[in-house]
């Protein structure tokens, strides 16, 4: 049995899926089974630290992302049989980074418990996430337009299957015991470019309109804590013209290259209107 916590998020959902199409028994962790939408042959539970026996009885192996981790959790993880943890990280834990980051800080302390902990672990620390460009999708379905910050800034996304694939193997086969695998899609591409790439996926010629950042706000990044968006707009620009980290880790663990981001565009067409 493997339980998957973050189950409902996107990569845990893909991740869900991979591992039933493979035969695997999943326990489905979530803090709103009512709403979890999985699939029926997925035992969904939901996560409350209290039961650890209801959560964790019966499995050997957890996939975890960096909000659900504490040393709580992962002493009930081993002391009902779990013996290997993979977190979903952060590409932002690299050497020469900002250590005191709130994305450094949070997937920094996730991967210490967990070094901590016992059990034996695997990091999977992914830079761009391809769905960050769900953050457009109000304003594309409702107009030609998307306004935002930086409209050079250069990212190498990554598709969220792409990331529930590795974690597949990494849970299915042997030898990822105390590895960290960095991870990036194929191709760099411009925050510009992406939009561009949306815009054929949708059948639209789409315009990025470049905003100040000093007048970016709420409008723009709503669900970014207000104490946060400081910092991440200092971290966009710092990848304005420069070229991004590009790793082949998706091929090398899985046999089949990463997808660039059009393909993600084509994906999710519909969830900008197409």
Known sequence: MIAVTGATGNVGRALVDRLLAAGEPVRALTRDPERAALPERAEVVRLRTEEPAALFDGVTKLFLYAQAVTPQLLAAARAHGVRHAVLLSSGIIADGADETHPIHVLHATAERHIRESGLEWTFLRPNAFATNALQWAPQIRAGDTVRGVYAGARTAPIHEDDIAAVAERVLLDDGHEGAVH??????????????????????????????????????????????????????????????PEITSTVERITGTPARPFSRWAEDHAKDFGA
């Open 182 to 243: 960095r991870m990036t899609g194929p191709a760099a591409t411009t925050n510009a470019g992406q939009v561009e790439a949306i815009g054929a996926a949708v059948g639209r010629d789409l315009t990025f309109v470049e905003v100040d950042p000093e007048q970016a706000g709420p409008e723009l990044f709503p669900h970014v804590p207000p104490q946060m968006l400081g910092r991440l707009l200092a971290t966009f620009r710092e990848t304005v013209g420069v070229p």
